[in-house]
């Protein structure tokens, strides 16, 4: 089983409604939503599981949404089955696009040796990141009390932010 990501912007602003268009299409298609996670902007970031290559999503099933991906990510600092237990919502997403030079196992050590500077910034949780298996970006789930906190923490583990998202309240 295999773990992807969809990011999608809606080409209207019913996002209860396509949340359950990307699941029940996420279903047809024999796979799993695991999680989709809304921008107060709108845009959802959608990650799926299915047992062989991910298939496109036609935009015209998600009312024209214009969709990026699918692209596999590998789930870091967390379990999935943990995740599909509980279903954690977040309160901010980080986008990092990951330097070229950067490869994944030099990526999990850098991750593995930092993770224990987010204690130096209690009042945030760092929850879990997906990584895309082609290195372009990584998305990384924190509770925090304000953005000025998720920046503390990822300076706490020297790790920029290309895109800092507030997650829609409504949607946790």
Known sequence: MSLYLYEITPAHTDADHLLKEIDALTQRLGGELIEAQITTARRIFAIAEFSADAPSLDPAALGDAEIAGPHQVRLVGAALDELKAARPAAGYLVEWDLPAE?????????????????ADVPEVSFLRTYVREDMDKCLCFYNAPDEAAVRRARDAVSTPIDRLHRLDEDRR
């Open 102 to 118: 950067l490869d994944m196992d030099s990526y999990l050590a850098r991750k593995k040796a930092n993770a224990p500077r987010y």
